[in-house]
């Protein structure tokens, strides 16, 4: 059975940081498409970070030299350094793995909704940012 378990949110002022982790188990996230995304009640989930199967990185233009997206292979562990928080961070943030498209973080829009094509996704941990 795949699990993947989020965890490092919390509350913090803005300007603070936090790094959150996913921790894989039933599955190797060595070699996988992994990313980070978010959400925010009544609005649709956003993606933050990924690394794909080949090693490419790709950020929201939001994340972009606040966020770092690593793996801990020995570890299995997914991580998401975030920096310079603003209160426009606050959010549920989720993290997904495993997927069979190419580039699977740019999502494709069905329905006028992002479709983001990850196999399994954890249960989320809200971040807060507020003074």
């Known amino acids: 059975q795949v699990q993947l378990v989020e965890s490092g949110g919390g509350s913090v002022q803005p300007g603070g940081s936090l790094t959150l982790s996913c921790a894989a188990s039933?599955?190797?996230?060595?070699?996988?498409?992994v990313g980070w995304f978010r959400q925010i009640p009544g609005n649709e989930r956003e993606g933050v970070a990924s690394?794909?199967?080949?090693?490419?990185?790709m950020y929201a233009e939001s994340a972009k030299g606040r966020f770092t997206i690593f793996k801990d292979n020995a570890k299995n562990t997914l991580y998401l350094k975030m920096n310079g928080l603003k209160p426009e961070d606050t959010a549920m943030y989720y993290c997904?793995?495993?997927?069979?498209?190419?580039?699977?973080?740019?999502?494709?829009?069905?329905?006028?909704?992002?479709?983001?094509?990850?196999?399994?996704w954890g249960q989320g941990t809200q971040v807060t940012v507020s003074s």
């Open positions: 997904a793995a495993e997927s069979s498209s190419f580039r699977p973080f740019l999502g494709t829009v069905v329905g006028g909704r992002p479709i983001y094509d990850y196999k399994y």
């Open positions: 039933g599955y190797t996230i060595t070699t996988a498409s």
């Open positions: 690394i794909d199967s080949d090693g490419t990185t």
